[in-house]
């Protein structure tokens, strides 16, 4: 039976409290950085046997201990003991139970401060390029449902109210603008997420001559760290991670509320598809939107996230402490919730059912061709404020005759101006209206399919990089 003495626990003549021990230790939720932490270890143990300091036959016997550990992990025979504390003692424990004395040698001039740190920086930037692809998939879908339904038109809104014809194409690919800014910002933060730690020690770097650069290198990591200090105390690079989650979740959130007004038959645009739907235990009518509300509702859970990852950094002196433990459950959490919004939300999309026919039948409410009288105007020579007082009378009198303004005579439109001319009619046509919106990123046609080539090539650029 191997010793339950702990690896720090020297100086200690008593043993650790029992409610002590459950309340610090990490083990039952850091041994999901295990992979991390044996990838961390390996690029140690070769730096270390590269540099002299341990031998070659040491490390060899390191890196086979480390092996057998990760197929005990993965086969689930791994004893995780929580008297060992974490993840990292409990691998290193067990190296040591495999390998003899070559594995107490592991550790050589590494604290498990800078090597927590660099377990965490390889999970979470694994996590951020899975978030990447799953983005990009996302995008793919917005894409090719915007792609079929390029001359499909809705009313674009402003404060939930009637405003300007817009395609159905040009909505969706305002969604694929957010989330691919989403994925810069994820490529962003991986910049900062990609240094190495290794080398920092506890706090002040160590006497071992040690090659951080050649570590960072076998981990692929392109920088190193500059200030020890730092190195093992700081987890901004956790602070922006989840801050990129809390992005993510608000466009998801925000689409989720479209999803849900559109899914109502008030408004009827959409037919939800029943893997993404629930039911009601006494109605039997309903189809509720339930996966597309519970995603709204789990974006605040995120925000949670980062405001528990603020509060526990903001008052932390220099440099290690323990509250730092803290850090990866918020973040293991808004990773789980990311990552399973965003797959959900292209499954959702992907299949729902867009119903062109109401979305045409809720043009005709609103006067939302008004603009278009407007313009029209002002582009003969009317001052544009004018312009907007006579379109505005026109508005008032139509919904007084509960009619439309494209309903309205020729003559009685010359009424409030005699600058209209026949052609008015198809400048209030609601597609005409659409289609002269041509300037770059307009709903106008040709503008929608820049926006789609666009998107293409940005995709396209993202699978050969």
Same mark, same amino acid.
């Given at each position: 039976m191997p010793s339950r003495k702990k690896m720090w626990g020297a100086r200690f003549a008593a043993k650790t409290a029992s409610l002590v021990e459950e309340y610090t230790a990490s083990?039952?939720?850091?041994?999901?950085?295990?992979?991390?932490?044996?990838?961390?270890?390996l690029a140690h143990a070769r730096m270390l046997a590269k540099q002299g300091i341990i031998s070659r036959e040491d490390a060899d016997k390191i890196q086979d201990g480390l092996k057998k550990i990760q197929k005990e992990i993965q086969g689930g025979t791994f004893e995780w003991r929580?008297?060992?504390?974490?993840?990292? &003692?409990?691998?290193?424990?067990?190296?040591? @139970?495999?390998?003899?004395?070559? #594995?107490?040698?592991?550790?050589?001039?590494? $604290?498990?401060?800078?090597q927590v740190v660099l377990d965490f920086r390889l999970y979470t930037a694994k996590r951020l390029v899975q978030w990447q692809d799953l983005l990009k998939g996302l995008i793919q879908v917005l894409a090719a449902r915007a792609e079929e339904h390029q001359d499909t038109l809705l009313p674009g809104l402003t404060h939930l109210q009637p405003a300007q014809p817009v395609s159905l194409a040009h909505h969706l690919l305002a969604y694929a603008q957010m989330f691919r800014r989403d994925f810069g910002r994820a490529q962003d933060c991986l910049k900062r997420v990609r240094v190495s730690p290794l080398g920092a020690a506890a706090l002040a770097? &160590?006497?071992?001559?040690?090659?951080?650069? @050649?570590?960072?290198?076998?981990? #692929?990591?392109?920088?190193?760290?500059?200030? $020890?200090?730092?190195?093992?105390?700081?987890?901004?690079?956790?602070?922006?991670?989840?801050?990129?989650?809390?992005?993510?979740?608000?466009h998801l959130s925000r689409l989720c509320t479209e999803i849900i007004l559109w899914a109502n038959p008030q408004f009827g645009y959409i037919a939800l598809?029943?893997?993404?739907a629930t039911g009601s235990s006494i109605m039997p009518q309903k189809k509720n939107p339930d996966p597309a509300e519970l995603m709204r509702g789990k974006t605040g859970r995120v925000y949670g996230?980062?405001?528990?990852?603020?509060?526990?950094?903001?008052?932390?002196?220099?440099?290690?402490?323990?509250?730092?433990?803290?850090?990866?459950?918020?973040?293991?959490?808004?990773?789980k919730t990311v990552r399973s919004s965003l797959e959900i939300m292209a499954g959702m999309l992907g299949q729902l059912t867009f119903r062109p026919e109401r979305m045409q039948k809720a043009l005709g409410l609103g006067f939302i061709n008004a603009t278009e009288l407007a313009d029209y105007l002002a582009a003969k020579g009317l001052p544009f404020r004018?312009?907007?007082?006579?379109?505005?009378?026109?508005?008032?009198?139509?919904?007084?005759?509960?009619?439309?303004?494209?309903?309205?005579?020729?003559?009685?439109?010359?009424?409030?101006?005699?600058?209209?001319?026949?052609?008015?009619?198809?400048?209030?046509?609601?597609r005409s209206a659409a289609a002269r919106r041509e300037t770059p990123g307009g709903t106008g046609p040709r503008a929608v399919k820049d926006q789609l080539n666009a998107i293409a090539a940005w995709l396209e650029g993202r699978r050969s990089s």
């Amino acid at each position: 039976m191997p010793s339950r003495k702990k690896m720090w626990g020297a100086r200690f003549a008593a043993k650790t409290a029992s409610l002590v021990e459950e309340y610090t230790a990490s083990v039952g939720f850091d041994q999901k950085l295990h992979a991390e932490d044996i990838q961390g270890s390996l690029a140690h143990a070769r730096m270390l046997a590269k540099q002299g300091i341990i031998s070659r036959e040491d490390a060899d016997k390191i890196q086979d201990g480390l092996k057998k550990i990760q197929k005990e992990i993965q086969g689930g025979t791994f004893e995780w003991r929580r008297d060992l504390e974490d993840v990292h &003692t409990n691998i290193e424990a067990r190296l040591t @139970e495999i390998i003899g004395p070559a #594995g107490a040698k592991l550790h050589t001039g590494r $604290s498990r401060n800078d090597q927590v740190v660099l377990d965490f920086r390889l999970y979470t930037a694994k996590r951020l390029v899975q978030w990447q692809d799953l983005l990009k998939g996302l995008i793919q879908v917005l894409a090719a449902r915007a792609e079929e339904h390029q001359d499909t038109l809705l009313p674009g809104l402003t404060h939930l109210q009637p405003a300007q014809p817009v395609s159905l194409a040009h909505h969706l690919l305002a969604y694929a603008q957010m989330f691919r800014r989403d994925f810069g910002r994820a490529q962003d933060c991986l910049k900062r997420v990609r240094v190495s730690p290794l080398g920092a020690a506890a706090l002040a770097g &160590t006497t071992h001559a040690l090659d951080p650069k @050649e570590a960072a290198k076998d981990l #692929g990591f392109p920088e190193i760290f500059k200030n $020890s200090m730092d190195a093992v105390s700081d987890r901004d690079f956790v602070l922006e991670a989840v801050f990129t989650g809390c992005v993510i979740m608000a466009h998801l959130s925000r689409l989720c509320t479209e999803i849900i007004l559109w899914a109502n038959p008030q408004f009827g645009y959409i037919a939800l598809p029943d893997a993404f739907a629930t039911g009601s235990s006494i109605m039997p009518q309903k189809k509720n939107p339930d996966p597309a509300e519970l995603m709204r509702g789990k974006t605040g859970r995120v925000y949670g996230d980062l405001t528990a990852l603020l509060t526990m950094v903001k008052g932390l002196p220099l440099a290690y402490n323990r509250d730092l433990q803290e850090d990866k459950e918020p973040f293991f959490d808004t990773d789980k919730t990311v990552r399973s919004s965003l797959e959900i939300m292209a499954g959702m999309l992907g299949q729902l059912t867009f119903r062109p026919e109401r979305m045409q039948k809720a043009l005709g409410l609103g006067f939302i061709n008004a603009t278009e009288l407007a313009d029209y105007l002002a582009a003969k020579g009317l001052p544009f404020r004018d312009a907007h007082a006579i379109a505005g009378q026109a508005v008032s009198y139509a919904e007084k005759k509960g009619k439309a303004l494209e309903d309205l005579s020729l003559a009685r439109l010359r009424e409030f101006s005699s600058l209209v001319e026949p052609d008015v009619f198809e400048v209030l046509s609601h597609r005409s209206a659409a289609a002269r919106r041509e300037t770059p990123g307009g709903t106008g046609p040709r503008a929608v399919k820049d926006q789609l080539n666009a998107i293409a090539a940005w995709l396209e650029g993202r699978r050969s990089s």
